[in-house]
């Protein structure tokens, strides 16, 4: 089953609120000094390069994605103080060393040759510069998606290889020391980032699933009506619902940097 990244407006309901928390805290971590030339790559929807303007007050910003929706969605979201393209990160269009800090926020693992993609990265950052990435702990504690990939093949044995936790190996702490370490790095620091991902209610959680953009909605979308209905009895029934109704649960990222 393909990933559908076409639409920016269902992957923002879907994963922007939470990808605002992480990339802020995630720009932070970075401490970077201001007024550098910044490249985000994989922007979607532009959470990670919105931190980027809200608190280091970027010489420039260049923001790339394969996806034109989303490249639209991004460049309407930042207005004129970014420029954003669609781009391969795996052989972009940039000379050497033009940016001072090239950042990636939940993009790596569904690149075809993520080591490519950071050998790329490695290559438009300038002497000095920092390239810095962060992904989903897919297969420790990213609770939301989680419940839904063991409620999906608790349906569906079948479908286990969709599982993002088993899909992407690499989202580990040690997988992203080890893609850094094959791409030419040294000295690559990796650390933690965690936030609540409350919802208020079960709606709350389900109804961002029916968009159709990234992998579980994706699989929501080619369900049929019964088996759609069917997964969301089942999540209802396994979530950690509280009396009042709302679902707390935690998201854990890992994010990795690495100075030229």
Known sequence: MKDLWESGDPYEYFMGRWSRLTGQSFVDWI??????????????????????????SPSELVAIDQSEGFV????QR????????????MDMSFPDSSFDQVISGLVLNFIPEPEKALREMKRVTAPDGV????IWDYSGKMEFLKYFWDAVVGLDSKASDLHEGKRFPN?????????????????TTVESLEIETNFKNFDDYWKPFLGGQGPAPTYVLSLSE?????????????????EDGSIPMIARAWAAKSAM
Request: charge should be negative; hydrophobic fraction near 30%; glycine fraction near 8%.
């Open 31 to 56: 401490s970077a000094q201001p007024e550098k030339k910044w490249l985000d790559v994989g922007c979607g929807t532009g959470a990670l390069s919105e931190a980027v303007l809200n608190t280091q």
């Open 78 to 89: 930042l207005g004129n103080s970014a420029h954003c393209e669609v781009g391969d990160a």
């Open 131 to 134: 390239v810095a990435v962060y």
């Open 171 to 187: 989202t580990t702490e040690e997988g992203l020391k080890r893609l850094f370490k094959n791409a030419g790095f040294s000295n």
């Open 72 to 75: 639209n969605s991004a460049q």
């Open 226 to 242: 019964s088996d759609r209905n069917r997964l969301r009895d089942n999540l209802h029934d396994k979530l950690p619902i509280q």
